[in-house]
């Protein structure tokens, strides 16, 4: 990973545009909130006893050390995330934390490429230099959430 | 344990449901995630000018000590949640945390009041005992974390 972009000023992020013009609307839906737990069986019985919400898809992503429940709510999901390996960042994340909690939100865009572009040409760091494959046939990237309001956000195209 | 809560406006006049049985689909829609953030204009800032996302709705919450923007992305909202004084629990959060990220999830529910029965009929621990008035004229009650899966859990009825 190459990270290239630095943000100049916190009080003015605008500062490195060259147009003063905000992009087009990018985000076209909350993909996901995924919360990190350490046993995804009793979290998936959380949310079904207490929600009624049921698992749409479940997946293991061995290229990030998790597998993934996701509860589908209107056109968006609640991504139930526990890691597969000790050496995940989720298995790190958890760890730090002491428990189970938001880890990340998932903003749907039409072409992460693009999305992922508007992101570094603000100078705003990101985890992907470019888009990859994600969960459920999506292309993804994330940003760095120390340059996202403390958020670490995953761009997602379905 | 006897579960009373229906769904309101689904076809099922209302089954008394066994102890064992999950309820009927309770969220209807991811309605907004939260961010807490130290400066609400620096953070408008940032998603205007990184994704083209814009102000819909803006509001002092007085008894909650927080003033909040929200962007509408499809039917869901991203808050963007700031205190308005020293003794909120945002405030809080954030010198906890040091920084920003995200503080909590709404989920938009039919009925706000039977969704919260049906958390404590589990035998979840809430914040709010009964539905009270939330911004922009919703109806909403808070879970408590520690019986959420770590999650701050708003129930907002619109």
Redesign the interface.
Known sequence: MSITARRVG??D??VQ?SESA?????????DH?A?A?PDLGA?ID?Y???????VDHREVVESDGVEEALLK????Y?Q?LTPTRDDSTVAKWLAN?G????H??G?RVADCAV?LE??KA?G?RVLDDAPRPGSRGTTVAFIH?KD????LIELVQE
Chains 1, 2 share one sequence.
């Not at 709510?73 to 968006?76: F, G, H, Q, Y």
């Open positions: 916190d009080d992020p605008g545009m905000a992009p087009a609307p990018l985000l076209t839906e909350i909130i919360i737990v979290a959380y079904r006893d207490t929600f009624g919400a049921t709510v209107a056109e968006s609640v139930l934390r428990g189970p909690g938001i990340h939100v903003y999305a508007s992101v603000q705003f959430p996202a309001l403390g958020t």
